[in-house]
């Protein structure tokens, strides 16, 4: 496999991409990052960290937001939200480690839990072809009402060479 070559692959697995709790709200448009790549700043470590481990993590999650990393601008380490109304949110990283900084913008800027898990469970039962049952609240009440599929057994009898149990028995093709 040729994406398992390079510093770190597993950051290019899908398992690692979805195993991010930082989903931002819609009015996060735009995240920049500002750290110091080189030299023996201690203090920007965990923003070189976080950029090397979340950042990929988050572009997964949020492809919606921009994200743009600064390199050796600053002197000290810090990340810029901009959000839909033209405001900004800074947050100072400057010796945090990346559990702290993840933690601060989930806390601040991201979705919580409880939202997250209602949209999982609209998106997944609006959004699959396969649910079926009024009782259950889906728009069909059978999966014959697909177009494409076998007519009703309750209206439209199957024939005998399709079921399983005519033709277990020893029933074959020429007997009827």
């Given at each position: 496999?040729?994406?398992?070559?390079?510093?770190?692959p597993?950051?290019?697995?899908?398992?690692?991409?979805v195993?991010?709790?930082?989903?931002?709200?819609p009015?996060?448009?735009?995240?920049?990052?500002?750290?110091?790549?080189?030299?023996?700043?201690?203090?920007?470590?965990?923003?070189?960290?976080?950029?090397?481990?979340?950042?990929p993590?988050?572009?997964?999650?949020?492809?919606?937001?921009?994200?743009?990393?600064?390199?050796n601008?600053?002197?000290?380490?810090?990340?810029?939200?901009?959000?839909?109304?033209?405001?900004?949110?800074?947050?100072?990283?400057?010796s945090?480690?990346?559990?702290?900084?993840?933690?601060?913008?989930?806390?601040?800027?991201?979705?919580?839990?409880?939202?997250?898990?209602?949209e999982?469970?609209?998106?997944e039962?609006?959004?699959?072809?396969?649910?079926?049952?009024?009782?259950?609240?889906?728009?069909?009440?059978?999966?014959?009402?697909?177009?494409?599929?076998?007519?009703?057994?309750?209206?439209?009898?199957?024939p005998?060479?399709?079921r399983?149990?005519?033709?277990?028995?020893?029933?074959?093709?020429?007997?009827?």
């Open positions: 496999m040729g994406f398992m070559r390079g510093i770190a597993i950051r290019r697995t899908t398992k690692y991409l195993d991010c709790p930082l989903v931002f709200k009015r996060v448009k735009v995240m920049t990052v500002n750290f110091n790549e080189a030299g023996e700043e201690s203090h920007h470590q965990g923003a070189r960290d976080f950029v090397f481990w979340n950042l993590q988050i572009q997964y999650k949020n492809p919606d937001v921009q994200i743009v990393t600064f390199k601008m600053t002197p000290s380490p810090f990340i810029t939200c901009f959000l839909e109304d033209n405001s900004k949110v800074y947050f100072d990283i400057d945090q480690t990346i559990k702290e900084i993840m933690d601060r913008l989930v806390k601040t800027l991201g979705k919580t839990k409880e939202v997250l898990e209602e999982a469970i609209a998106s039962a609006k959004l699959n072809p396969a649910n079926f049952c009024r009782r259950l609240g889906f728009d069909r009440h059978c999966i014959c009402e697909t177009p494409g599929q076998v007519p009703c057994p309750s209206i439209v009898p199957v005998r060479h399709w399983g149990k005519w033709y277990n028995q020893g029933h074959r093709w020429d007997e009827d």
